[in-house]
């Protein structure tokens, strides 16, 4: 199994700055792509960002110029810099993981989430 633990969240102003961490950890791995979520009250969960083993990315168009995701293979990390924050951004941030794991005696495909982090943005 894969364990995420994420750290970063806060309470920040409107047009501050956070960063936001991840880290995997288990038994022997290889992740694909490792990426961040979001969900506000009431509303579904939604990617923010993602990036591939070979450092391709994707952004929700809402975060675009303003948000920025980086990888660190070799610690298997990912981080979410976020500039410009406004109070939309207010949500918890989860991490996630999806890649191939050591099960023992075969690999398997994994699928692992973060236990979320809070973002507050006041106005």
């Known amino acids: 199994q894969v364990q995420l633990v994420e750290s970063g969240g806060g309470l920040e102003q409107a047009g501050g700055s956070l960063r936001l961490s991840c880290a995997a950890s288990g038994r022997s791995f290889s992740i694909n792509r490792m990426g961040w979520h979001r969900q506000a009250p009431g509303k579904q969960r939604e990617l923010v960002a993602d990036i591939s083993s070979g450092g391709s990315t994707n952004y929700a168009d809402s975060v675009k110029g303003r948000f920025t995701i980086s990888r660190d293979n070799a610690r298997n990390t990912v981080y979410l810099q976020m500039n410009r924050l406004k109070p939309e951004d207010t949500a918890v941030y989860y991490c996630?993981?999806?890649?191939?794991?050591?099960?023992?005696?075969?690999?398997?495909?994994?699928?692992?989430w973060g236990q979320g982090t809070q973002v507050t943005v006041s106005s």
């Open positions: 996630n993981a999806v890649g191939i794991a050591d099960r023992g005696t075969y690999w398997s495909n994994f699928d692992s």
